[in-house]
């Protein structure tokens, strides 16, 4: 526009709540992805596992059903309900940490690739507000999968066995949630630093997989060479198995370490990735 012509008006609409302002990197950075109809179809398919699950609560106070599958009277399809949703939150969160490979790699190195960085810190973004944005795109996909059905199979259970139940097997819907959301943290601190160190793609997916599985080949490779437990403290995995099986009283193993020491060596990686991510999500990068 001509400046001459003195036509120019500054924005006079809505101004977003500042509070809200790295929604709107969560929102497009789902629309990115969804764009993708392997990545929908995937996405789909995670819920199968809590569809399953719930038709086997509903078989459990089946009577009808179960003679139908010639189960003895007055034993019931499931009987260890810990058990049974533990299961559930592991195989829901093994298709977290599938959803963090594709995922977590196409949310920052993309900006990085491009320098994009500054095009939003010139903006009333602040470091905080952009990794903020990030994270919940990958955190909100992983809670639809995991901790959200998993509280609506508790729901349906208590809703099939009564109130009753549902006070005396609380700790269950405890450990749905909390055991979810520290997968969750992990598997996303995890995506986000690496998606920032590697630029390319489809190595930073791997590199998410190969974080924790070559993580629980080491570990196991250190315990039987040198004879000891401490090779755990890298295997992130089995630290996180650790942490579910104490928040649902199910023990995860003789392995001489406590939870406390795997909720701490889980903070320890959530804060070497936070400062990975600070090293990277700067608006100017130093070329030597």
Same mark, same amino acid.
């Given at each position: 526009?001509?400046?001459?012509?003195?036509?120019?008006?500054?924005?006079?609409?809505?101004l977003?709540?500042?509070?809200?302002?790295?929604?709107?990197?969560?929102?497009?950075?789902?629309?990115?992805?969804?764009?993708?109809?392997?990545?929908?179809?995937?996405?789909?398919?995670?819920?199968?596992?809590?569809?399953?699950?719930?038709?086997?609560?509903?078989?459990?106070?089946?009577?009808?059903?179960?003679?139908?599958?010639?189960?003895?009277?007055?034993?019931p399809?499931?009987?260890?309900?810990?058990?049974?949703?533990?299961?559930?939150?592991?195989?829901?969160?093994?298709w977290?940490?599938?959803?963090t490979?594709?995922?977590?790699?196409?949310?920052?190195?993309?900006?990085?690739?491009?320098?994009?960085?500054?095009?939003?810190?010139?903006?009333?973004?602040?470091?905080?507000?952009?990794? /903020? *944005?990030?994270?919940?795109?990958? =955190?909100?996909?992983?809670? !639809?999968? #995991?901790?959200?059905?998993?509280? &609506?199979?508790?729901?349906?259970?208590?809703?099939?066995?009564?109130?009753?139940?549902?006070?005396?097997?609380?700790?269950?819907?405890?450990?749905?949630?909390?055991?979810?959301?520290?997968?969750?943290?992990?598997?996303s601190?995890?995506?986000?630093a690496?998606?920032?160190?590697?630029?390319?793609?489809?190595?930073?997916?791997?590199?998410?997989?190969?974080?924790?599985? /070559? *993580?629980?080949?080491?570990?196991? =490779?250190?315990?039987?060479? !040198?004879? #000891?437990?401490?090779?755990?403290? &890298?295997?992130t995995?089995?630290?996180?198995?650790?942490?579910?099986?104490?928040?649902?009283?199910?023990?995860?193993?003789?392995?001489?370490?406590?939870?406390?020491?795997?909720?701490?060596?889980?903070l320890?990686?959530?804060?070497?990735?936070?400062?990975?991510?600070?090293?990277?999500?700067?608006?100017?990068?130093?070329?030597?």
């Amino acid at each position: 526009m001509a400046i001459y012509k003195r036509t120019y008006r500054a924005y006079a609409g809505a101004l977003t709540p500042e509070w809200s302002r790295f929604w709107v990197l969560t929102r497009y950075a789902w629309r990115y992805l969804f764009r993708s109809r392997v990545m929908t179809g995937f996405f789909i398919l995670c819920f199968f596992p809590a569809i399953v699950m719930a038709l086997g609560l509903y078989l459990n106070h089946s009577e009808s059903l179960l003679r139908l599958l010639r189960m003895p009277p007055g034993r019931p399809l499931i009987d260890d309900f810990p058990l049974y949703f533990r299961v559930f939150v592991q195989i829901q969160t093994g298709w977290a940490i599938l959803l963090t490979a594709f995922a977590a790699p196409t949310l920052i190195s993309p900006d990085l690739a491009n320098n994009a960085l500054p095009l939003y810190f010139c903006r009333p973004f602040s470091r905080a507000e952009y990794v /903020l *944005g990030k994270f919940c795109a990958i =955190a909100w996909l992983m809670s !639809l999968i #995991t901790w959200i059905p998993g509280l &609506i199979l508790f729901l349906i259970e208590v809703g099939l066995s009564g109130p009753a139940w549902g006070w005396t097997h609380l700790y269950l819907a405890r450990g749905i949630l909390f055991g979810s959301l520290a997968y969750i943290l992990v598997y996303s601190f995890i995506g986000l630093a690496l998606s920032a160190w590697v630029k390319w793609k489809p190595i930073a997916g791997a590199l998410v997989l190969g974080t924790f599985f /070559l *993580g629980a080949g080491f570990g196991a =490779a250190i315990n039987a060479v !040198l004879r #000891t437990k401490n090779g755990y403290y &890298i295997d992130t995995g089995h630290m996180l198995n650790l942490f579910m099986g104490t928040l649902f009283r199910v023990p995860a193993g003789d392995d001489e370490v406590s939870s406390v020491a795997a909720v701490m060596q889980l903070l320890a990686v959530c804060a070497l990735c936070l400062w990975l991510l600070s090293k990277k999500t700067r608006a100017f990068e130093v070329v030597r």
